[in-house]
C-alpha cells in the first residue's frame, strides 16, 4: 500500500526535487545565476498557465495581462510604502495584495464574459486584453501612464543601499522559487482532485462533461482565477528584478505567446509538461542568444517546429501515451 502511495505521488517528487537542483545549481554557480533564475521563472508561470490553458485546452492570449498586473501591483505597493513610511516587509506584503487584487478583479470579470465562449472565438476575445490595459494606462495617465513606475529609489529608501542588492536579487529570486514550488504542487493537487478531472473532462469533450454533470461555466472560471493570481505572484516579485515597469513591456502580447508555447511544449495538462518545456525553452533561447546572436530566433523557430510536429501532445503527453500500457509509468508520468 505504501508502495503504491510513494508510485502515485512520483511525478510530484520529481518535479519539487528538480526545483531543488536548479536551485542548488543556481547557488553553487553565480556565474549561470541569471540563466537558472530565468528558468525558474519560466516554470513558475508555465506551471500557473498550464491550471489553465493545459487542463481545458482554451488559449488566452491576454494571458500577459496578470502577469503585467503583477508588476505594477507590486511597483504601487512598494511606492505607496516608501511614501508612507511603511516597513520594507509591509511594503513586500501590501505589493502581493495589491497585485492579487488587481490580477483577480480584471481576470474575474474576463472570465465572466469571455469564458462563455469556446475555442478561437475564446482566443479572439482575449487577444486584445493586453494591448487594451497597455492604451488604458498610457491614455488616462494612471500609474505614470507612458513614463511608468520606477522603484530603484523607493526600494534604497526601504532597504538601506546596503540591503538594496538583497531586495533586487537574493529576495525576489527566493520568491520566484517559492512560488514555482508552490505552483507545481497546487497543479498536482488540482490534477488528481474533482476539479481536475472535471476540467480534463471539459477538454476531451465539454458537452459530453455537461452531459454528466459537470458545472463547465464554475469549473473553467475557477481554474482561470486560480492561474490569474499565481501569475500574478510572479510578476510581483519580477517587479524587484527589474525595478522599472513601462506599459509596452508590461504588457507585451509576446510573453502570452511565450507561455503557450511552453506549456504546449512540454505537454499541457501534465504535472512535468511545464518543467520539461521551461527548461527546452529558456535554455535554448539562452545559448541561442549566445552563440548565434542575431540568428537565434530562426533556429530556434525550426527547433520548435520540429519539436511541434513530433511531439503534438507535447514532450511529456506523447511520452506518456507511448508507454501507457506499462502502469506504473502511468502513474509516474502525470
Do not use: C
Not at 505521488?9 to 545565476?33: G, V
Not at 495581462?65 to 511606492?79: D, K
Request: proline share 2%; net charge positive; glycine share 12%.
Amino acid at each position: 500500500m505504501i508502495k503504491g502511495k510513494i508510485i502515485d505521488h512520483t511525478s510530484l517528487i520529481i518535479m519539487i526535487f528538480s526545483y531543488i537542483i536548479i536551485w542548488m545549481l543556481k547557488t553553487s554557480f553565480p556565474e549561470y545565476s541569471q540563466m537558472l533564475t530565468l528558468l525558474l521563472y519560466y516554470i513558475a508561470i508555465a506551471q500557473a498557465y498550464n491550471i489553465f490553458l493545459g487542463m481545458t485546452g482554451y488559449v488566452d492570449f491576454g494571458y500577459v495581462s496578470y502577469f503585467g498586473l503583477g508588476l505594477y501591483g507590486m511597483a504601487l505597493g512598494v511606492s505607496y510604502a516608501s511614501q508612507n513610511n511603511l516597513s520594507s516587509s509591509e511594503a513586500i506584503i501590501l505589493g502581493m495584495i495589491l497585485s492579487v487584487i488587481l490580477a483577480g478583479s480584471v481576470a474575474g470579470v474576463v472570465g465572466g464574459i469571455a469564458l462563455r465562449l469556446r475555442g478561437a472565438f475564446f482566443a479572439i476575445a482575449t487577444i486584445g486584453l493586453s494591448q487594451a490595459l497597455r492604451y488604458l494606462i498610457e491614455g488616462a495617465k494612471i500609474w505614470g501612464g507612458a513614463e511608468g513606475i520606477i522603484i530603484a529609489k523607493d526600494l534604497r529608501k526601504l532597504f538601506g543601499e546596503e540591503g538594496f542588492s538583497y531586495a533586487t536579487i537574493i529576495l525576489p529570486d527566493t520568491g520566484i522559487f517559492i512560488l514555482a514550488v508552490a505552483t507545481g504542487i497546487i497543479m498536482y493537487l488540482i490534477r488528481i482532485s474533482r476539479l481536475g478531472y472535471g476540467l480534463l473532462a471539459i477538454k476531451e469533450d465539454e458537452d459530453a462533461a455537461k452531459v454528466f454533470g459537470v458545472n463547465t461555466t464554475l469549473y473553467k472560471f475557477v481554474a482561470f482565477i486560480i492561474s490569474a493570481v499565481l501569475t500574478s505572484l510572479v510578476g510581483s516579485m519580477w517587479t524587484l528584478k527589474v525595478t522599472a515597469i513601462y506599459p509596452p513591456e508590461s504588457f507585451n502580447i509576446t510573453f502570452s505567446v511565450e507561455f503557450i508555447v511552453i506549456v504546449m511544449l512540454g505537454g499541457g495538462g501534465t504535472v512535468l509538461g511545464p518543467l520539461i518545456g521551461a527548461s527546452i525553452y529558456s535554455l535554448s533561447k539562452y545559448y541561442l542568444g549566445v552563440y548565434l546572436p542575431g540568428l537565434q530566433l530562426t533556429v530556434f523557430s525550426i527547433i520548435l517546429l520540429l519539436i511541434v510536429l513530433l511531439f503534438r501532445q507535447g514532450i511529456v503527453g506523447e511520452l506518456r501515451s507511448f508507454l501507457y500500457k506499462h502502469e506504473i509509468v502511468r502513474k509516474i508520468i502525470r
